[in-house]
């Protein structure tokens, strides 16, 4: 069973701080080691009956989802935090610059591409493609494939905001070594502003469950200026590349793992824990599933017919 931490009296760290519009963040110390402590955003102005969204919850599951399949991501945990009298449910990221590492966003990276005219934050995929190609920081070939991989997790667990601010590179001055960083910022996925309303809808409406699966979320990444969808592009099979990575996942996926692991989330009612068990195994069955049943058929087909002697 998963204790509950209270991170209200841990130490500030006023040597860190960190950006983004997601929610109110800060550095404390726990246990020896940095961590950024992440806020839930009001939900106020939003589609939401929510006071306050789902996305440290959505952030600290598909985080860990992400490291289960094999696709390195931020260690995280959920705790609390109490302000002004109000305890609030945060998510803790283990600080992955605590080892004097520099981080660098894909965006900077991109920006180091001299002969191209895209900037360093445009989404639009064939510019991004592109920059993974020239950059010079890591290998391009192990870039291509931790960016596909990372869109596929993405796509299952339907994350409307990857952009190039928000994934990137680790620098080490003390051996001059550059490595890709793991995923972060996955406060986006898993419908953070549903509310409980939202969440029975989804589990008992096919209506409503479609809509989720098949028109949104969508990626931020853009196709011909224009949002990817999901399920749309996957089942296009344009890029082998995105197919191939998309396959590895799905045979990753074990679902008694991931269901196991939310029933032992705090903070979050069964309600939810139904929820998000029921939503990621529907995305695994409608989006992914088709592309790795796609896969199969081609790798059959162009193998012919065995023959036996």
């Known amino acids: 069973m998963t204790k509950n931490i209270d991170f209200t009296n841990c130490p ?23 961590y950024m402590l992440k806020f839930p955003p009001s939900g106020d102005g939003k589609p939401t009956e929510l006071s306050y969204t789902n996305s440290c919850i959505s952030e600290h599951i598909a985080s860990s989802i992400f490291n289960m399949l094999g696709v390195k991501a931020q260690e995280t945990m959920l705790g609390t ?18 080892d004097g590492k520099k981080f660098y966003d894909f965006c900077s990276i991109k920006n180091t591409v001299l002969d191209s005219d895209s900037n360093g934050s445009g989404t639009e995929l064939s510019d991004i493609l592109e920059a993974i190609e020239r950059q010079q920081f890591v290998d391009p ?85 224009s949002k990817i969808n999901y399920y749309d592009f996957l089942s296009s099979g344009e890029y082998e590349e995105c197919d191939q990575a998309v396959r590895e996942i799905y045979e990753r996926v074990d679902m008694d793992q991931i269901g196991a692991f939310i029933d032992d989330v705090p903070y ?22 088709p592309v790795f049943e796609m896969t199969e058929s081609l790798e059959t087909e162009r193998s012919g017919p065995t023959m036996s002697l």
């Open 12 to 34: 500030r760290l006023f040597d860190r701080a960190y950006n983004g519009a997601n929610g109110k963040k800060i550095a404390v110390e726990y246990q020896g080691r940095p």
């Open 141 to 225: 070939i192990r870039l291509k494939t931790h960016f596909w991989e990372m869109f596929a997790v993405d796509a299952l667990l339907g994350n409307f905001d990857r952009h190039n601010g928000n994934w990137g590179f680790l620098y080490d001055p003390k051996n001059d070594r550059r490595e890709i960083a793991p995923v972060y910022d996955c406060g986006s996925c898993l419908l953070p502003q549903a509310d409980d309303a939202v969440m029975r809808a989804v589990l008992t409406d096919k209506e409503a469950l479609d809509l989720r699966i098949y028109r949104f979320p969508t990626s931020a990444i853009k196709l011909h200026g």
């Open 81 to 98: 935090f109490t302000v002004n009298g109000k305890e609030k449910n945060v998510c803790a990221c283990l600080d992955f610059t605590e």
């Open 268 to 289: 979050i009612s069964e309600l939810q824990k139904k929820f998000y068990k029921q939503y990621i195994a529907a995305r695994v069955d409608l989006i992914l599933r």
